[in-house]
């Protein structure tokens, strides 16, 4: 490991449980993990066995049960809504398993969103929004709304709004699902480049062919986490 990376987000023993009336399911069990810049992990697993919880966690979308979870050296826990919103606007990058575009907003507007709120003048929103639409081979359809575009096309959309307000943790569930080929490379070629530009990527994944762009392999099955360092040649 290179001694240039840093801790970006942390579990220290963080579970999670859902009650639903007299049963209680572990969505995840104890789990002590870090993330580091420079370094994209995979997350891998069958369905149902916790892995959108995890990067949920990690994107602060859900508190732990127990346990805490640690982003950019804050306990989660101990902070309040103006500041997780804060955290998750400006250093944090989310690629939600279904896209959640706005539906009324155009491509551009979606890519523009988070922008917006950090409070960048729209000009340099646009500018900024449209250069990360180009980066996901989308500036064609920047005035489309979600709707009008098929399911890879919003995908792409909605890592160029992750990737928009360059952050620090970039968190993406099955970003590829909906992506031929060709496109998954060219995003994976992408993630991989940022990684290497000192962030933290962590992509949960059923997809194999993801796996030679990995620096390291997390396994979940019924709730309990394996990291398996495996290191790649790139
Ligand atoms: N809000 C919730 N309330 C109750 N149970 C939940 C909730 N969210 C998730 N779970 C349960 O937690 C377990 C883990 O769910 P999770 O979404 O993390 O799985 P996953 O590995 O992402 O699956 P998939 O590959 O199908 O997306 C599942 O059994 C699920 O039913
Ligand atoms: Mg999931």
New binding site residues.
């Given amino acids: 490991m290179q001694s240039s990376t840093k801790v970006i987000a942390q579990l220290i023993g963080a579970n999670k449980r ?1 009650k ?1 009336g007299d049963t209680e ?1 572990t ?1 995840l069990q104890a789990t002590t993990l870090d993330f580091r810049s420079n370094e994209l992990a995979l997350i891998i ?1 069958p ?7 995890l990067l949920s966690l990690l994107g602060c979308v859900i508190y732990p049960t127990e346990g805490e979870v640690l982003v950019g050296g804050n306990k989660v826990r101990e902070m309040s809504e103006t500041q997780l919103s804060n955290l998750r606007l400006n250093y944090i990058g989310f690629v939600f ?1 279904n896209f959640n575009l706005v539906a009324p907003l155009t491509a551009l507007e979606n890519v523009m969103f988070p922008l917006t709120l950090q409070g960048v003048s729209g000009q340099e929103a646009k500018a900024r929004a449209l250069q990360a639409l180009e980066g996901v081979g989308m500036a064609d359809r920047k005035n489309f709304k979600p709707k009008q575009l098929s399911g890879g096309q919003q995908q792409r959309v909605a890592i160029a709004r992750a990737l928009v307000t360059k952050p620090q943790l970039l968190l993406c569930d099955e970003p590829t699902a909906s992506l031929d080929a060709v496109s998954m490379v060219s995003v994976l070629q992408e993630l991989h480049r940022l990684s290497k530009e000192g962030i933290a990527v962590a992509i ?1 994944t059923h997809d194999p062919r993801l796996k030679e762009y990995a620096d390291r392999t997390i396994y ?1 099955e019924s709730g309990r986490v394996t990291d398996n360092a495996e290191f790649s040649i790139h």
């Avoid at 369905?47 to 919880?53: E, I, N, V």
């Fill in positions: 859902y639903s399911i969505a697993g369905s149902g066995s916790g892995k959108t919880t398993q949960v979940v």
